[in-house]
């Protein structure tokens, strides 16, 4: 039987005036322990690219780390708004609405 593929969600972050993607080991060790293979979305894709490569997946892992852009909520940005990355959002957004219209795990 073959594992379940994890999707899990990754960032980019500036370091040294370069730009870094991936996730915290932590993230992939805890999906390797549990059984499953993780498999990474980063958010350097497309929203479509990252749909392709999330359409064999069995679950989402979303990591944390930027505030959502209180835009996609039709609100206004709060007084104690963190950092926010516009392609990640895009990226996380579709892939919660396509998790949730599979019925996977989130």
């Known amino acids: ?7 899990v ?10 730009l870094f993607t991936g996730v915290n080991v932590a993230y992939v060790r805890a999906v390797l322990v ?5 498999i990474l979305l980063l958010p350097e894709l497309s929203p ?7 359409g064999d997946c069995d679950a989402l892992l979303l990591t ?3 505030d959502v852009d ?3 909520y039709h609100d206004a940005p709060h007084a104690k708004l963190g950092d926010t990355d516009p392609r990640r959002d895009a990226n996380e ?3 919660i609405a396509d998790a949730r219209a599979r019925g996977l795990p989130i």
């Open 64 to 66: 944390g780390g930027e």
């Open 70 to 72: 209180p835009l996609y």
């Open 9 to 18: 969600v990754g960032v980019t972050r500036e370091r040294n005036s370069q």
């Open 48 to 54: 479509e690219e990252t749909l392709e490569l999330f």
């Open 34 to 38: 549990a059984g499953g293979l993780p």
């Open 93 to 95: 957004l579709a892939l």
């Open 1 to 7: 039987m073959s594992r379940p593929r994890i999707g």
